[in-house]
T-cell receptor, first 112, second 115 residues
Framework: AQSVAQPEDQVNVAEGNPLTVKCTYSVSGNPYLFWYVQYPNRGLQFLLKYITGDNLVKGSYGFEAEFNKSQTSFHLKKPSALVSDSALYFCAVREGTDKLIFGTGTRLQVFP | ETGVTQTPRHLVMGMTNKKSLKCEQHLGHNAMYWYKQSAKKPLELMFVYSLEERVENNSVPSRFSPECPNSSHLFLHLHTLQPEDSALYLC??????????????FGPGTRLTVT
């Protein structure tokens, strides 16, 4: 079975500093990986995905993620954090054709 | 987020009530999903419909009954729920994922409280 792990429950970063939210995966076959963000009292919003091709994937709101096959990681990054980036971030991997398996989420807190 | 709407946004129901959650997508997708989000737990996939046919049911208790009358609408009928069913119920839609890996788009959720 496919799985993802988000090792950090919370990440704190100062506004303007770079941020990284970690995700590692375990799959059989090709990994199809996704990042989503959830703001309070809202549903999940799609940020970016890795299917194939370049290891650096660019997404919405200035976020990007780096796919690393040797380390089985798909970390989410942003060069300069904003207070408005504070939210809950989920990594997900596709299983089968219809199912997304989500991690437990990482709460990002950006301090002014 | 306006592409997938859910009603009601909040629902409080007793254990003997019957209620329904509604989801509508305006994105031209042909697959729809119900998820349950509980505090400190990963999102749990409950049901998947593709081309209006249920393709997956993750061993969900029968007190939850989905209905997909067309590719734009999805319902979750609730009856004789338990307090542990209190959670945020999220609807999502996507293009048919059997054709190619594709992202899902989520609604804002219904916050359900069972008393």
């Amino acid at each position: 079975a496919q799985s993802v792990a988000q090792p950090e429950d919370q990440v704190n970063v100062a506004e303007g500093n770079p941020l990284t939210v970690k995700c590692t995966y375990s799959v059989s076959g090709n990994p199809y990986l996704f990042w989503y963000v959830q703001y309070p009292n809202r549903g999940l919003q799609f940020l970016l995905k890795y299917i194939t091709g370049d290891n650096l994937v660019k997404g919405s709101y200035g976020f990007e993620a780096e796919f690393n096959k040797s380390q089985t990681s798909f970390h989410l990054k942003k060069p300069s954090a904003l207070v408005s980036d504070s939210a809950l971030y989920f990594c997900a991997v596709r299983e089968g054709t219809d199912k997304l398996i989500f991690g437990t989420g990482t709460r990002l807190q950006v301090f002014p | 987020e306006t592409g997938v709407t859910q009603t009601p946004r909040h629902l409080v129901m007793g254990m003997t009530n019957k209620k329904s959650l509604k989801c509508e997508q305006h994105l031209g997708h042909n697959a729809m999903y119900w998820y349950k989000q509980s505090a400190k737990k990963p999102l749990e996939l409950m049901f998947v419909y593709s081309l209006e046919e249920r393709v997956e049911n993750n061993s969900v208790p029968s007190r939850f009954s989905p209905e997909c009358p067309n590719s734009s609408h999805l319902f979750l009928h609730l009856h004789t729920l338990q307090p542990e069913d209190s959670a945020l119920y999220l609807c999502a839609s996507s293009h048919d994922a059997r054709l190619a890996p594709t992202e899902q788009y989520f609604g804002p959720g219904t916050r359900l409280t069972v008393t």
